[in-house]
């Protein structure tokens, strides 16, 4: 008798995730409405990581949603932040109460190139912004950078700009710092990817370290 309840307990169990599992939505179905053979959402692109980072540091990426009214550069594109833990071993993206651009683990942070590619528009940002207000009307530090098939990545508030336009460069190579201008309230890097008319989510290449050496 207890064997026969052990294994009813587990056809149950085994109809329960069979159940949850047919809940779950393929491909098609989370993605109805759009037509996936040309859907924007799959491209991807593969980049070296954004942000040289010190020891017991880490970095924190939020991925922005997709709106077509957005440009290009906002489709699709992720914000890059250095953070490290407290003692509680909690992850925080300042020291002290963040007031200043100082406080964040990420200022003045090196920025490294994508991947191999030509520097084709360079903007120095004209002004910094304090934590917590934007200032949307001055320039940005932007870097655009363009691989040999026509595929854009542009470094948003970033400041200290290393290279020129016309520059080539190889992936991981220091092309800024990190910096807080224009669209920002706090230091970190703005990301983002198309080529032509279609936006391109990023995917960070996790190896990179092992393939630089």
Same mark, same amino acid.
């Given at each position: 008798m207890h064997s026969v309840k052990i294994n009813l307990a587990r056809l149950v169990g085994l109809s329960s995730f069979i159940f949850v599992i047919s809940l779950i939505p393929n491909l098609a179905e989370a993605q109805r409405g759009l037509q996936l053979e040309d859907d924007t959402l799959s491209k991807t692109v593969l980049i070296h990581p954004v942000i040289q980072i010190g020891e017991n540091q880490y970095i924190t990426t939020r991925e922005h949603t997709y709106r077509s009214q957005l440009q290009k550069g906002d489709q699709q594109a992720r914000d890059f932040l250095v953070a490290a833990t407290n003692k509680q071993g909690i992850l925080h993206i300042y020291k002290n109460?963040?007031? &200043?651009? @100082?406080? %964040? &683990?990420?200022? /003045?942070? +090196?920025? #490294?190139?994508? &991947?191999?590619? @030509? *520097? /084709?528009? *360079?903007n120095e940002a004209d002004? $910094?912004? /304090?934590?917590?207000? #934007?200032?949307?009307d001055v320039q940005p530090g932007l870097v655009f =950078? @363009?691989?040999? +098939?026509?595929? $854009?990545?542009v470094y948003a508030h970033v400041r200290d700009i290393k290279v020129e336009k016309g520059d080539r460069v190889k992936a991981g190579d220091i092309v800024a710092k990190v910096g807080n201008n224009g669209n920002s309230i706090a230091p970190? *890097?703005? *990301?983002?990817?198309?080529?032509?008319? $279609?936006? %391109? !989510?990023? !995917?960070?290449? =996790? %190896?990179?370290?092992?393939?630089? /050496?």
């Open positions: 109460d963040g007031k &200043f651009n @100082e406080d %964040y &683990f990420g200022w /003045k942070k +090196n920025v #490294m190139a994508p &991947f191999d590619a @030509e *520097v /084709k528009r *360079v002004s $910094t912004n /304090k934590p917590g207000k #934007m200032n949307s =950078l @363009e691989k040999d +098939n026509g595929l $854009t990545v970190h *890097v703005h *990301v983002g990817a198309w080529k032509g008319a $279609t936006p %391109y !989510q990023i !995917q960070i290449d =996790l %190896y990179a370290k092992h393939r630089d /050496k």
